[in-house]
DNA sequence: TAGATAGGATACCGATTGGTATCACGTCAA
DNA sequence: TTGACGTGATACCAATCGGTATCCTATCTA
């Protein structure tokens, strides 16, 4: 599941999209209203927003309401969280080191 | 910077890549050795994660070592860090509202 | 010095991507 | 009921992307 939202997060639009979202949950045309391109394009990113997690949308009369997914960030977090372990790993190591050089 | 790095994740190969130099700095050749692709494939990949300041690289004779830059990871942190300062705030504030609901 | 080794550069290919235009469908309101 | 409104869906286009093949340069070594 993890690809699909990389590769959301590849689009400068879709960043944007989701910074937009944390200020308040918006329908396609809002969201259409704030950027310079159609709505069919606008729902292209969004459907991929959604295939990443990253979004959730409800459904309403003949709105639809699109939310952001905290849970679908989980992923990347995830993905940095093994970075953070190993360098912290070398740190250590590395410390280990030093102090064992001078006793 | 982030468009470049958030561009360079978005490529699972590109991921596998870091993920293999966590484990010890690596000649193009090398990399080459674990996947099924040329060398050519790999080094543009390589050039990406470049860009995306997420490796650098040092010539030594004849050979490049690729080595992980932990500072390239910076922007993506970055920008999750401000979702989740968005969350911790919208945390507080449903708390807080429950709070004066039961005084 | 000659070959082998490690890598750079470029042209090319099929697939994917971001975008538009267009038409079709359910829903709301007068 | 009849439009207007909010979306979905699809066909199409230029640009980018991941990958290969090929040729070239620099460095090490026998």
Chains 1, 2 share one sequence.
């Not at 295939?51 to 905290?70: A, H, K, S, Y």
Request: glycine share 4%; charged share 30%.
């Amino acid at each position: 599941m993890t690809q699909p939202t990389f590769r959301a997060l590849a689009d400068p639009t879709r960043r944007d999209i989701l910074q937009m979202l944390a200020t308040g949950d918006m329908t396609i045309a809002q969201i259409t209203d704030r950027f310079d391109m159609t709505r069919a394009a606008v729902k292209k990113h969004l459907t991929v927003l959604s295939d990443g997690g990253l979004i959730t949308t409800e459904v309403r009369g003949r709105e639809r309401i699109n939310r952001l997914d905290p849970a679908g960030f989980a992923p990347v977090r995830d993905w940095l969280t093994f970075f953070d372990r190993f360098w912290d790993d070398r740190l250590t190591a590395l410390t280990d080191a030093i102090e064992k050089d001078q006793p």
